[in-house]
């Protein structure tokens, strides 16, 4: 047994765990206070590292500068996907929602690829992001430590978000009882526009991260598919869930890559792992490890 | 009996720098069929408290729902007739606007966020005052409620009179001009409906809030109130202040569990009487 290997790829899950984590907090956001199931989560996230890149490589920004309008034009992309596609869908059923979040999907998927091309595109290396440091024994990427940290960054200001100030606190009452909300004075709409944007905000940060850790291309968008068990395990409606969720998937995937590596040659087992991880869940534990109960009698 | 009612109307009518609000022919439809209020006519004065009773369905609720403008969530609708708060048309102002005006519901039911702490539903309380100087505040209601200083989990395991003085605190920290209360003694022990009236009338009496109390035990509502309604089927059948009500024979036949021989409704005249408004 490769223990050296092993630990290395436990590292990475992490890293990359925490990552999926961010974006099923934003999917499991949009989920809580709206009851939107967002299918197009992971198109969020390419767009936000598409956007970035750009600036810097056809526009010349520094980074920062680009980053930051990144994250400006990602919120104003939240709130025009909700006013426009999803509000006029407020009441419908829950399938015509789905349906609509899974074409937007495609459109986003398909206008990318027009517009941005096919290819696999690498940022410059601004911070010396390829360049190893040792930790513990271990080499790791600039990229991968810089990713970690930022996620963790993300984590503690949603925490803070939600804990302490007046919007977030106003949030949590609309997804709790949306009645409720209204009589305390909050406006339900722009609640809604709240968490799209904040959702959408997150998502491309992610993107731009992954963007730096690897390269941004279309097939980024598997992350918000890979973020379906990490929500799922978690608990539709638990943010804690969906941390938690998003590093068991993470781990869960290099695990399941050492295993495959090492013992069992099928191959790709890499990507399959989570599903099945999904459906075992989804068996024994329907409401996944965090989420509300909901009993339904038909 | 009938003049009585007749000069109590006039006064209310008489001044109207004193009615803080006056619901005009107000008629709410549910699913754009179930008509639930048919010409609903009240009016709070200023500073009083004024008490809407009933019995189950006559659309207490909805009435209060109506004034704050929650209906559209339940799909129902104001589909006649006009609300004015401060001498203003209010009937088709925003749940949000008219909580920054002054007007607070707590709900039936109390409406507590069950998965928030004490702290974060007071903080919330103050959601339309973004000028809020929050912690004080918060200290102050705790005066009042010195029982929820002490309990720091989630709002959803107090008990019922705690969640209560939740709901009356967080209204309280919305500093409203009148609050609209919907049974506040639903599900309480009779020495907390004691308690949580006495509060209602600190708030009154120390805080100068409106109240508009809707209510089923009538005894204990007309005890504190003002001024009274009695609705039934949707619409005020008999209005008063609140002693004449209590002196009433037929309130206190149906309402206060008094009376003799058990009389329809039908056949009294003061049920029958109803103002006209145009």
């Given at each position: 047994?490769?223990?050296e290997?092993?630990?290395q790829?436990?590292?990475?899950?992490?890293?990359?765990g925490?990552?999926?984590?961010?974006v099923a907090m934003?999917?499991v956001?949009?989920?809580?206070s709206?009851?939107?199931?967002?299918f197009?989560?992971?198109?969020f996230?390419v767009l936000?590292?598409w956007?970035?890149l750009?600036?810097?490589?056809?526009?010349?920004?520094?980074?920062f500068?680009?980053?930051?309008?990144t994250?400006v034009f990602?919120?104003?992309?939240?709130?025009?996907?909700?006013?426009?596609?999803l509000?006029p869908?407020?009441?419908?059923?829950?399938?015509?929602?789905?349906?609509v979040?899974?074409?937007?999907?495609?459109?986003?998927?398909?206008?990318?690829?027009?517009?941005?091309?096919?290819?696999?595109?690498r940022?410059?290396?601004?911070?010396?992001?390829?360049?190893?440091?040792?930790?513990?024994?271990?080499n790791?990427?600039?990229a991968y430590?810089?990713?970690?940290v930022l996620?963790?960054v993300?984590?503690?200001?949603?925490?803070f978000?939600f804990?302490?100030?007046?919007?977030?606190?106003?949030m949590?009452?609309?997804a709790f009882n949306q009645?409720?909300?209204q009589?305390l004075?909050?406006?339900?709409?722009?609640?809604?526009?709240m968490?799209?944007?904040?959702s959408?905000?997150?998502s491309?940060v992610?993107?731009v991260?992954?963007?730096?850790v690897?390269?941004?291309?279309?097939s980024?968008?598997f992350?918000?598919?890979?973020v379906f068990?990490?929500?799922?395990v978690?608990g539709?409606?638990?943010?804690?869930?969906a941390?938690?969720g998003?590093l068991?998937?993470g781990?869960l995937?290099?695990l399941a890559?050492?295993i495959?590596?090492?013992?069992?040659?099928?191959?790709?087992l890499y990507?399959?792992?989570?599903?099945?991880?999904?459906i075992?869940?989804l068996?024994?534990?329907?409401?996944?490890?965090?989420g509300?109960?909901?009993?339904?009698?038909? | 009996m009938?003049?009585?009612?007749?000069?109590?109307?006039m006064?209310?009518?008489?001044?109207s720098?004193d009615?803080?609000?006056?619901?005009?022919?107000?008629?709410v439809?549910f699913n754009?069929v179930?008509?639930v209020?048919?010409?609903l006519?009240?009016?709070?004065?200023?500073?009083?408290?004024?008490?809407?009773l009933?019995?189950?369905?006559?659309?207490k609720?909805?009435?209060?729902?109506a004034?704050?403008?929650?209906l559209?969530?339940?799909?129902?609708?104001?589909t006649?007739?006009?609300?004015e708060?401060?001498?203003?048309?209010?009937?088709?102002l925003g749940p949000?606007?008219l909580?920054?005006?002054?007007?607070f519901?707590?709900?039936?039911?109390?409406?507590i966020?069950?998965?928030m702490?004490?702290?974060?539903?007071?903080?919330?309380?103050?959601?339309?005052r973004?000028?809020?100087n929050?912690?004080?505040?918060?200290e102050?209601?705790?005066?009042?409620f010195?029982?929820?200083?002490?309990?720091?989990?989630?709002?959803?395991?107090?008990?019922?009179?705690e969640q209560q003085?939740l709901?009356?605190?967080?209204?309280?920290?919305?500093?409203?001009k009148?609050?609209?209360?919907?049974?506040?003694?639903?599900?309480?022990?009779?020495?907390?409906?004691?308690?949580v009236?006495?509060?209602i009338?600190?708030?009154n009496?120390?805080?100068?809030?409106s109240?508009?109390?809707?209510?089923?035990?009538?005894?204990?509502?007309?005890?504190?109130?003002?001024?009274?309604?009695?609705m039934?089927?949707?619409?005020?059948v008999?209005?008063?202040?609140?002693?004449?009500?209590m002196?009433?024979?037929?309130?206190k036949?149906?309402?206060?569990?008094?009376?003799?021989?058990?009389?329809s409704?039908?056949?009294?005249?003061?049920?029958?009487?109803?103002k006209?408004?145009?």
């Amino acid at each position: 047994m490769n223990s050296e290997l092993l630990l290395q790829l436990l590292l990475n899950g992490i890293i990359v765990g925490m990552l999926y984590g961010v974006v099923a907090m934003c999917f499991v956001l949009i989920y809580k206070s709206t009851q939107v199931v967002n299918f197009a989560q992971g198109e969020f996230l390419v767009l936000g590292g598409w956007v970035c890149l750009s600036l810097v490589i056809q526009m010349g920004l520094p980074f920062f500068l680009a980053f930051l309008f990144t994250l400006v034009f990602m919120a104003i992309f939240g709130i025009v996907v909700q006013q426009i596609i999803l509000r006029p869908l407020i009441g419908e059923p829950i399938i015509s929602v789905i349906m609509v979040t899974i074409g937007l999907s495609i459109f986003m998927q398909s206008l990318m690829n027009w517009v941005f091309g096919n290819d696999a595109k690498r940022f410059p290396d601004i911070f010396g992001s390829l360049s190893v440091i040792s930790i513990g024994g271990l080499n790791v990427e600039t990229a991968y430590v810089m990713s970690l940290v930022l996620s963790l960054v993300i984590m503690a200001v949603f925490y803070f978000f939600f804990r302490f100030t007046r919007h977030g606190l106003a949030m949590r009452a609309t997804a709790f009882n949306q009645q409720i909300a209204q009589s305390l004075g909050i406006s339900v709409k722009q609640t809604f526009a709240m968490a799209w944007a904040i959702s959408a905000l997150v998502s491309g940060v992610a993107g731009v991260v992954m963007g730096i850790v690897s390269a941004v291309s279309n097939s980024l968008a598997f992350v918000g598919i890979k973020v379906f068990p990490a929500v799922i395990v978690g608990g539709l409606d638990s943010i804690v869930g969906a941390v938690v969720g998003g590093l068991i998937i993470g781990v869960l995937e290099n695990l399941a890559e050492f295993i495959d590596g090492e013992y069992l040659h099928i191959g790709n087992l890499y990507t399959i792992a989570p599903f099945y991880v999904l459906i075992i869940i989804l068996m024994i534990k329907p409401y996944g490890l965090f989420g509300t109960k909901d009993i339904e009698r038909i | 009996m009938l003049a009585q009612t007749d000069a109590a109307t006039m006064d209310v009518s008489e001044n109207s720098d004193d009615i803080i609000l006056s619901v005009n022919n107000v008629e709410v439809v549910f699913n754009e069929v179930i008509l639930v209020l048919r010409g609903l006519n009240l009016k709070a004065k200023r500073g009083n408290i004024t008490a809407l009773l009933g019995t189950n369905g006559a659309g207490k609720s909805t009435s209060l729902k109506a004034i704050t403008n929650l209906l559209a969530m339940e799909d129902g609708e104001v589909t006649r007739g006009s609300i004015e708060y401060e001498g203003e048309d209010a009937t088709h102002l925003g749940p949000e606007t008219l909580v920054r005006k002054g007007i607070f519901l707590v709900m039936e039911g109390r409406g507590i966020l069950q998965d928030m702490t004490v702290t974060e539903n007071l903080r919330l309380g103050a959601y339309s005052r973004s000028n809020a100087n929050i912690k004080a505040e918060i200290e102050q209601i705790y005066s009042y409620f010195p029982r929820l200083k002490e309990r720091t989990g989630l709002a959803g395991y107090l008990s019922g009179g705690e969640q209560q003085m939740l709901a009356i605190g967080r209204a309280m920290m919305a500093k409203p001009k009148l609050i609209l209360m919907d049974e506040p003694s639903m599900g309480l022990s009779p020495l907390l409906v004691k308690e949580v009236f006495s509060i209602i009338q600190r708030l009154n009496k120390e805080l100068g809030i409106s109240i508009l109390l809707v209510e089923q035990n009538a005894k204990m509502a007309l005890k504190i109130a003002d001024e009274a309604y009695i609705m039934e089927n949707g619409k005020i059948v008999l209005d008063g202040t609140a002693k004449e009500l209590m002196e009433n024979e037929d309130v206190k036949e149906f309402y206060l569990g008094g009376g003799g021989e058990r009389r329809s409704f039908k056949n009294l005249k003061s049920f029958k009487r109803r103002k006209r408004w145009l």
